[in-house]
């Protein structure tokens, strides 16, 4: 049995993926992808065991992604508001909802150009436009979390987006909680582009919310 470091809930609320403590390592030999079941599930928890043969090969060949080879299980009734919870481990792990994000994949003008979770507990998934803008969408663990100076605030349902700057002039970032964790958006335009501040609260503005 194989811990797991985080889940994400998909939008249905019954299709879940784990990222397990194994790194994503691009290798020369075969691997057998990680596999979670569900072990026990009452009115408060589902219990999720992750089970895996790894074949690795020489540790040259081998080239580390950071990603966690992920494991995927789904539930015949929602998750709703019970706990997921790792069977190799005693405390719960970060888990991520679609629910508190943007539905980005129905938005037809930014398209999916990466996502991954972490085997440092994080979620990043990334999008493009056609003229090469990138959205970057983090979640982490509040505990986790280093932000710079608020700039400005934004609505996202009942509370306040706080606006940042994200790296160099041009960039920005609106970050918000739901829980134990912090959901951040960021806005990257092509190189030698940028976004005004009032740009970048038009472009959150036009997000599909569910």
Same mark, same amino acid.
């Given at each position: 049995?194989? *811990?797991?470091?985080?889940?994400?809930?998909?939008?249905?609320?019954?299709?879940?993926?784990?990222?397990?403590?194994?790194?994503?390592?691009?290798?020369?030999?075969?691997?057998?992808?990680?596999?979670?079941?569900? #072990?026990?599930?009452?009115?408060?928890?589902?219990?999720?065991?992750?089970?895996?043969?790894?074949?690795?090969?020489?540790?040259? !060949?081998?080239?580390?992604?950071?990603?966690? %080879?992920?494991?995927?299980?789904?539930?015949? !009734? @929602? &998750?709703?508001?019970?706990?997921?919870?790792? %069977? %190799?481990?005693?405390?719960?792990? @970060? =888990?991520?909802?679609?629910?508190?994000?943007?539905?980005? &994949?129905?938005?037809?003008?930014?398209?999916?150009?990466?996502?991954?979770?972490?085997?440092? !507990?994080?979620?990043?998934?990334?999008?493009?436009?056609?003229?090469? =803008?990138?959205? &970057?969408?983090?979640?982490?663990?509040? #505990?986790?979390?280093?932000?710079?100076? #608020?700039?400005? =605030?934004? @609505?996202?349902?009942?509370?306040?987006?706080?606006? =940042?700057?994200?790296?160099?002039?041009?960039?920005?970032?609106?970050?918000?909680?739901?829980?134990?964790?912090?959901?951040?958006?960021?806005?990257? *335009? *092509?190189?030698?582009?940028?976004?005004?501040?009032?740009?970048?609260?038009?472009?959150?503005?036009?997000?599909?919310?569910?």
């Amino acid at each position: 049995m194989l *811990p797991w470091v985080a889940a994400i809930v998909a939008r249905d609320d019954t299709s879940i993926t784990v990222a397990t403590g194994i790194d994503s390592a691009i290798c020369g030999e075969p691997t057998r992808s990680p596999e979670a079941t569900i #072990t026990h599930q009452d009115e408060t928890q589902v219990v999720i065991s992750v089970t895996t043969r790894i074949v690795r090969a020489e540790e040259d !060949e081998c080239a580390i992604t950071g990603y966690a %080879a992920p494991a995927f299980v789904s539930l015949q !009734e @929602p &998750l709703g508001d019970r706990v997921l919870r790792d %069977a %190799a481990a005693a405390l719960p792990h @970060p =888990t991520y909802y679609e629910r508190d994000v943007p539905d980005l &994949l129905a938005d037809k003008r930014w398209d999916p150009s990466g996502g991954h979770l972490r085997t440092d !507990e994080r979620w990043l998934q990334s999008f493009r436009d056609p003229r090469g =803008t990138m959205l &970057l969408l983090d979640a982490q663990p509040t #505990t986790r979390v280093h932000r710079s100076a #608020t700039i400005a =605030t934004f @609505p996202i349902r009942s509370q306040q987006g706080i606006i =940042t700057r994200y790296g160099a002039a041009g960039s920005w970032t609106v970050w918000w909680e739901v829980g134990r964790v912090a959901y951040s958006l960021s806005l990257i *335009p *092509p190189e030698s582009h940028g976004f005004t501040l009032k740009q970048f609260k038009q472009q959150l503005a036009g997000l599909t919310w569910s």
